[in-house]
């Protein structure tokens, strides 16, 4: 095992006890929370390195990278994790399985007609992403759009509701932004679980608070940084 390899394997092991212990202390099973790798700014090298050591589960958050490396290394489920513009929307339905980043209705409509004009098989699977403290210059739907978007992915013939996804505001403390997700997931479940299953993704927890995201329902927690470490971005 060559020495870039062996770092990660060990930062790997690292955080797979990290929610595995988050786990007992929140009484649930590991098994109920995906390890989603961030690998934005690293090369497709490390991806690989990654699904060599088991990982099923990419996330990236800039079409220009991911488009690449998701041709470099297509046995994974890729998610698209950053914020989208609608005109990568064609590119990005070409790869990726999940986009946790919907937080508009035009950006539904964008997704719903690239997915159409590509011929893809399968749905698009999509989450809403929400603005957990309402400021509409950042990325997420506020408060009040939240089901109308999660209407509009629900009613697309070419995407597939899965649930819900939020960064927490930097200024609120984890535990106050995972519960309020956590409750709008709740209320997600409530309405639009129907014959295509229930929307119970909760995209949410990242390196610095996996923990407190677990606690409150995360099954997907995206990590980057204590997996791959600290790096120069590619540009």
Same mark, same amino acid.
Request: proline share 5%.
């Given at each position: 095992?060559?020495? /870039? ?8 092991? #690292? @955080?797979?006890? *990290?929610?595995? =212990? =988050?786990?007992? =202390?929140?009484? /649930? %099973?590991? %098994? ?14 490390? @991806?690989? !390195? ?5 990982? *099923?589960?990419?996330?990236?958050? /800039? ?7 998701? #041709? ?16 990568? &929307? $064609? ?14 209705? $035009?950006?539904? +409509? ?6 159409? !004009?590509?011929? $893809? %098989? ?5 989450? @809403? ?15 009040? &759009?939240? %089901?109308?978007?999660?209407? #509009?992915?629900?009613?697309?013939? #070419?995407? !597939? ?14 535990? +106050? ?9 709740? *209320?997600?479940?409530? *309405?639009?679980?129907?014959? +295509?299953?229930?929307? +119970? ?10 923990e407190s995201a677990i606690l409150h329902g995360s099954t997907h927690v995206r990590v980057g940084s204590a997996l791959l470490g600290k790096r120069t971005p590619l540009g």
């Amino acid at each position: 095992m060559d020495p /870039r390899t062996a770092q990660i394997a060990a930062n790997l092991a #690292a @955080v797979r006890e *990290r929610i595995a =212990a =988050a786990c007992r =202390a929140a009484g /649930r %099973e590991p %098994e109920s929370v995906t390890l989603v790798a961030i690998t934005k700014t690293y090369p497709a090298d490390d @991806v690989a !390195r990654l699904v060599e050591l088991g990982v *099923r589960d990419v996330g990236e958050n /800039r079409d220009q990278e991911a488009a690449p490396k998701a #041709a470099a290394v297509p046995d994974v489920r890729w998610h698209f994790v950053g914020q989208l513009q609608r005109n990568k &929307a $064609r590119s990005v339905v070409t790869y990726a399985d999940v986009v946790h980043s919907v937080d508009s209705l $035009r950006l539904v +409509d964008a997704l719903t007609d690239a997915v159409v !004009r590509s011929g $893809r %098989e399968t749905p698009l699977g999509a989450l @809403v992403q929400v603005s957990l403290d309402d400021d509409e210059r950042r990325g997420g739907a506020v408060t009040g &759009a939240v %089901e109308k978007v999660a209407e #509009a992915i629900a009613a697309s013939p #070419a995407l !597939r509701l899965l649930g819900v996804m939020a960064v927490a505001p930097v200024d609120w403390a984890p535990d +106050d932004a995972f519960a309020r997700l956590a409750a709008i997931s709740g *209320r997600i479940k409530q *309405r639009f679980t129907g014959p +295509d299953g229930t929307p +119970d993704w909760i995209s949410a927890g990242m390196s610095g608070d996996l923990e407190s995201a677990i606690l409150h329902g995360s099954t997907h927690v995206r990590v980057g940084s204590a997996l791959l470490g600290k790096r120069t971005p590619l540009g």
